[in-house]
Nanobody, 115 residues
Framework: QVQLVESGGGLVQPGGSLRLSCAASGSIFGINVMGWYRQAPGKQRELVAVIIRGGSTNYADSVKGRFTISRDNAKNTVYLQMNSLKPEDTAVYLC?????????WGQGTQVTVSS
């Protein structure tokens, strides 16, 4: 089993920044993809960004140029740096890890962008 714990969410004004963290623990050997998804009220869960074990990244078009995903392998932690936040970025952000095609999810952290 893999446990994922997110942190770093909160309330921020439009144009502001936040950094989310996701710490993985448990049976982490063999995790090949980690990423962030988000779900806003009344909307489907959507991919925000992923990072593959080799370091390749992929982003949703809506966050390209504003968000950056990175990982610290020594700390088994993935980060999502979010800049130039917009009200439409408001959602619960969930960390995801994939191991042998099995997905694992964190509990989510709320990000609210509002003045």
């Amino acid at each position: 089993q893999v446990q994922l714990v997110e942190s770093g969410g909160g309330l921020v004004q439009p144009g502001g920044s936040l950094r989310l963290s996701c710490a993985a623990s448990g049976s982490i050997f063999g995790i090949n993809v980690m990423g962030w998804y988000r779900q806003a009220p009344g909307k489907q869960r959507e991919l925000v960004a992923v990072i593959i074990r080799g370091g390749s990244t992929n982003y949703a078009d809506s966050v390209k140029g504003r968000f950056t995903i990175s990982r610290d392998n020594a700390k088994n932690t993935v980060y999502l740096q979010m800049n130039s936040l917009k009200p439409e970025d408001t959602a619960v952000y969930l960390c995801n890890a994939r191991k042998a095609s099995v997905p694992y999810w964190g509990q989510g952290t709320q990000v609210t962008v509002s003045s």
